[in-house]
Each structure stands twice: as C-alpha cells, then as structure tokens.
C-alpha cells in the first residue's frame, strides 16, 4: 500500500516561495506517475504538476514559469517549488500517485492514492 504526506505547507505574502515535500513509502518499483493537485474552498481539485516515472513534467498554465515539479527517487520524495506565489494560488495542496502505465494523466480521478493535503495561504 502506497502512503504519501506531504509536508511544507504554510503563510506567505504575495510573491513569496515555499517548497513542498511529500515523502511517498510502500513503493513496489518506481513507475508511478506523480502529482501535484490543489483545491480551494469552493472550487473543483486541479492538477498543477505531474512527472512521469522517466522525468516528464507538465505543469497547469496557471503555474507554468513560476512553479517546479520534482522528485529524488533515491529518498522517495516528491518536491513541488513554488516561487512568485499569488494568491489565488491559496488553497489545500494534495500529492497523489497512480501506477503508470502510459502517459500521465493530470486528471484527479485518475490517481489512487492521495495525502493528506498541505494547507498554502498567501496574502496580498
């Protein structure tokens, strides 16, 4: 059974950076595509960033240029840097993880194994 938690979440004003961790155990190989998705209250949970198990990223267009998806398969950890934040980038970030077996999808119902979320507040 996969487990992921995330860690790193926290308050920042308007430009600001913070970086968030997920450390992922239970892995039986390393071909999981992986995620970032946030949700604020009220609004439907969207992917941010994915990256395959070969590296391949993609990133929502809201957050392209300004926040970097990557992992250290060696510490089994899933890092998501987040600089220039705004704040509608305020929300629940979650990681989550999914068995690959082709490309990655960026869709939430697509992943099956989830965190626990990591709260990101920024102010103006």
């Known amino acids: 059974q996969v487990q992921l938690v995330e860690s790193g979440g926290g308050s920042v004003q308007a430009g600001g950076s913070l970086r968030l961790s997920c450390a992922a155990s239970?892995?039986?190989?390393?071909?999981?595509?992986m995620g970032w998705f946030r949700q604020a209250p009220g609004k439907e949970r969207e992917g941010v960033a994915i990256?395959?198990?070969?590296?391949?990223?993609t990133y929502a267009d809201s957050v392209k240029g300004r926040f970097t998806i990557s992992k250290d398969n060696a510490k089994n950890t899933l890092y998501l840097q987040m600089n220039s934040l705004k704040p509608e980038d305020t929300a629940m970030y979650y990681c989550?993880?999914?068995?690959?077996?082709?490309?990655?999808?960026?869709?939430?119902?697509?992943?099956?194994?989830w965190g626990q979320g990591a709260q990101v507040t920024v102010s103006s």
């Open positions: 989550a993880a999914y068995l690959q077996w082709s490309s990655c999808s960026s869709h939430s119902v697509d992943y099956n194994y």
């Open positions: 239970g892995y039986t190989n390393s071909r999981y595509c």
């Open positions: 990256i395959a198990s070969y590296g391949t990223t």
